[in-house]
Antibody
Framework: QLQLQESGPGLVKPSETLSLTCTVS??????????WGWIRQPPGKGLEWIGS???????YYNPSLKSRVTISVDTSKNQFSLKLSSVTAADTAVYYC????????????WGQGTMVTVSS | DIQMTQSPSSVSASVGDRVTITCRAS??????LAWYQQKPGKAPKLLIY???SLQSGVPSRFSGSGSGTDFTLTISSLQPEDFATYYC??????????FGPGTKVDIK
């Protein structure tokens, strides 16, 4: 059964770069049927799509975050990663990674999420 | 960019009630709409995709309808485990997506 697990620092200083990795287990990240995405949720608020990546490396980003976001994939490790630069307190959120199914055009499998706090 | 709205923002209901949540897109999105359920402290769970297709394992009391700009999620008989927040998500420009603001279903 496919599982996703986020990992990375839970505390990041303002102006620094937030870095998270999502490890995919129980299946291959190199499947042609899926994108792999990042979604975040500030405390008490709704969901915001950050971006998605295909195993080939093609990326799609939320226009509102595009200037600060980089998503990459490492097929040898079955992982994909998120970097968000110049963070502020507004970037404090639970960050989820998820499988983005082409046939469903929806996120069908999610990681458990990881809380990232931006604070000095 | 396509914007999504949901109504109501919250609804109080009792076990056994029929609950309907509406999602509206700022422009036509055909049937490229999904619905998710999220419980506190948990990741969202996919309920409905392509506006009306039930995800595997989801109870049949959940149903979705609509196309174009107006969509609905209906819970035919609310169960205790259904108290949660529900989000719609458009995928007209997949993989670029937008989520609605959410509708909280709580106990009356």
């Amino acid at each position: 059964q496919l599982q996703l697990q986020e990992s990375g620092p839970g505390l990041v200083k303002p102006s620094e770069t937030l870095s998270l990795t999502c490890t995919v287990s129980g299946g291959s990240i190199s499947s042609s049927s899926y994108y792999w995405g990042w979604i975040r949720q500030p405390p008490g608020k709704g969901l915001e799509w950050i971006g998605s990546i295909y195993y080939s490396g093609s990326t799609y980003y939320n226009p509102s975050l595009k200037s600060r976001v980089t998503i990459s994939v490492d097929t040898s490790k079955n992982q994909f990663s998120l970097k968000l630069s110049s963070v502020t307190a507004a970037d404090t959120a639970v960050y989820y990674c998820a499988r983005h199914a082409l046939d469903l055009e929806a996120f069908d499998i999610w990681g458990q999420g990881t809380m990232v706090t931006v604070s000095s | 960019d396509i914007q999504m709205t949901q109504s109501p923002s919250s609804v109080s209901a009792s076990v056994g009630d029929r609950v309907t949540i509406t999602c509206r897109a700022s422009q036509g999105i055909s049937s490229w709409l999904a619905w998710y359920q999220q419980k506190p402290g948990k990741a969202p769970k996919l309920l409905i995709y392509a506006a009306s297709s039930l995800q595997s394992g989801v109870p049949s009391r959940f149903s979705g309808s609509g196309s174009g700009t107006d969509f609905t999620l209906t819970i035919s008989s609310l169960q205790p485990e259904d108290f949660a927040t529900y989000y719609c998500q458009q995928a007209n420009s997949f993989p670029r997506v937008t989520f609605g603001p959410g509708t909280k279903v709580d106990i009356k």
